[in-house]
């Protein structure tokens, strides 16, 4: 089946450390994003990347680092640097430029809890 | 930069009753509207969207969605909810270009009581 697999579903962390969450898709999307839900604050974006090799800063990029040297992966890293990063990771993918564009395929998510 | 409204941030509803989530957008331009919901412990999912065409679009699960331009407004509806019903429901949007990254609302918690 395709979809986009999250890895790992849960995660603890000491404050100070960095973090890398991982996220594979199988759908050949062009197109991979990283969005943050906390409750009340519904989902908001974090990194995208429309194409291999290039990606964007979203609307809370600040101490997150993201990657995207194949297409099928794009794993985002929480760097010591972001000050509040308990919260749940979404990675999502959707095909570019059809009119399918922009229908995202969302993962199950991972749950980063800072100690 | 566009942004999206969701007026209710938890709706109890009875089993039957009928049910209408606000959702408005600030964004001057042709847009792309979407919504997703999110059972619990389960991923995220589309419930339905519009691109173009009838401003009346029907989804999955008997959940249907009125765009009115005038109003900046992406209603979500549903005649007579179920307990299954319960979930999260998400409101987002993007400029017609379809190349720009979706903007979601807070969010509605929906809970049905039986």
């Known amino acids: 089946d395709g979809g986009i697999t999250q890895s790992p579903k849960y995660l603890f962390r000491k404050e100070g450390q960095n973090v890398t969450l991982s996220c594979e898709q199988n759908?050949?999307?062009?197109?991979m994003y990283w969005y943050r839900q906390d409750p009340g604050q519904g989902l908001r974006l974090i990194y995208y990347?429309?194409?291999?090799?290039?990606?964007q800063k979203g609307d809370i990029a600040e101490g997150y680092s993201v990657s995207r040297e194949k297409k099928e992966s794009f794993p985002l890293t929480v760097t010591s640097a972001q000050k509040n990063p308990t919260a749940f990771y979404l990675c999502?993918?959707?095909?570019?430029?059809?009119?399918?564009?922009?229908?995202?395929?969302f993962g199950a998510g991972s749950r980063l809890t800072v100690l | 930069a566009q942004s999206v409204s969701q007026h209710n941030h938890h709706v109890i509803l009875s089993e039957a009753a009928s049910l209408e989530l606000g959702c408005n957008y600030s964004y001057g331009g042709t847009v792309n509207l979407f919504w997703y919901v999110q059972y619990p412990g389960q991923h995220l999912q589309l419930l339905l969207k519009?691109?173009?065409?009838?401003?009346l679009v029907k989804g999955i699960k008997g959940f249907e969605a009125e765009f009115i331009k005038s109003k900046f407004s992406f209603n979500l509806r549903k005649p007579s909810v179920q307990w299954s019903d319960t979930a999260e429901y998400f409101c987002?949007?993007?400029?017609?270009?379809?190349?720009?990254?979706?903007?979601f609302g807070k969010g509605t918690r929906l809970s049905v009581i039986a």
């Open positions: 990347s429309q194409i291999v090799n290039d990606f």
């Open positions: 759908l050949n999307h062009d197109a």
């Open positions: 987002a949007v993007n400029a017609d270009s379809g190349n720009t990254p979706l903007v």
């Open positions: 519009y691109f173009s065409g009838d401003p």
């Open positions: 999502a993918s959707s095909v570019q430029g059809s009119s399918g564009a922009n229908v995202l395929t």
